[in-house]
């Protein structure tokens, strides 16, 4: 059940723009879903500060959005072309996301067939889904930005209704990541550990045991770089360990790593 936030939204000039071009994308008929920390509101009841608005998209959609805010006025470039692309007014700046920076949850169908109906600025919008939203925080282990208080969090207000079997489908292959911030959800509200379904412990310990009796990985890949862009760096740039991020063990290229790498994320 999402949870109402607790006051509205204090108006600051960006909201402004932010309400234009909600309301632009609208009338463009460009589905869209918020996210960040308006979203993370709605699903928690916690209030994040935050400079900016995400909005999620398909990436089939990211250059019709583009092209209805730049013909509005607003500059609008794609920023990277596995995930993210920006609008910019001289009072903020919105960040059109449709994937991630390890490339690993692409905005897709499944994200809007579970939207939540909300009110953002006055503008009808559709919330991004609880799960997606808990999938994508997952991976956010670097050293200066963890994401697994907002997991915690997520699980604490919605660990009883989630739609458990869509959200380890989501993780595939890295259920090993969904089932580590489970553990630690048990650790840091050791008084709210049920609302985490038995069973969802019992198939994920199974899957544990079965790997951990089997062999190791044929090949040696580092999958540490689907955490931290920086962390695991010196075990794939001339270290023994294959990029997780990188096809065929990943969705990203060797070229959109590279450039990944090399931003500037501050």
């Not at 309400?19 to 920390?37: M, S, Y």
């Not at 994937?99 to 067939?113: E, H, I, K, M, Y």
């Not at 989501?170 to 840091?188: A, D, E, T, Y």
Request: hydrophobic residues 45%; contains cysteine; negative net charge.
């Amino acid at each position: 059940m999402a949870l109402a936030p607790t006051h509205a939204p204090v108006e600051t000039p960006s909201h402004a723009f932010y309400r234009d071009v909600l309301e632009l994308l609208n009338r463009a008929g460009v589905p869209f879903l918020i996210g960040g920390a308006f979203a993370f509101v709605h699903q928690t009841g916690i209030d994040k500060s935050t400079k900016d608005l995400d909005i999620f998209v398909r990436a089939v959609d990211v250059q019709r959005v583009i092209a209805a805010c730049r013909q509005a006025g607003y500059e609008a470039d794609l920023v990277f072309s596995h995930w993210l692309a920006k609008i910019y007014s001289p009072s903020g700046f919105i960040d059109v996301i449709f994937g991630s920076g390890n490339g690993v949850a692409p905005v897709d169908d499944g994200w809007f067939a579970h939207g939540r109906p909300a009110e953002l600025l006055g503008v009808p919008v559709q919330i991004a889904p609880v799960e997606e939203t808990l999938w994508s925080k997952a991976y956010v282990m670097e050293r200066e930005r963890f994401d697994g208080a907002d997991v915690a969090h997520i699980l604490l207000g919605h660990g009883e209704s989630l739609d458990w079997r869509r959200l380890i489908d989501r993780f595939g292959p890295h259920w090993r990541v969904l089932f580590s911030h489970l553990v630690l959800f048990g650790f840091i509200y050791p008084s709210a550990r049920s609302r985490i379904p038995a069973w969802v412990f019992e198939e994920l310990g199974d899957r544990l045991r079965t790997e951990t009796a089997g062999p190791d990985a044929a090949e040696p890949v580092c999958n540490g770089t689907l955490l931290s862009w920086a962390q695991y760096l010196g075990d794939v740039l001339g270290g023994e360990f294959r990029d997780g991020r990188i096809r065929p063990h990943g969705r990203m290229t060797a070229q959109e790593v590279a450039r990944w790498t090399a931003a500037d994320k501050g």
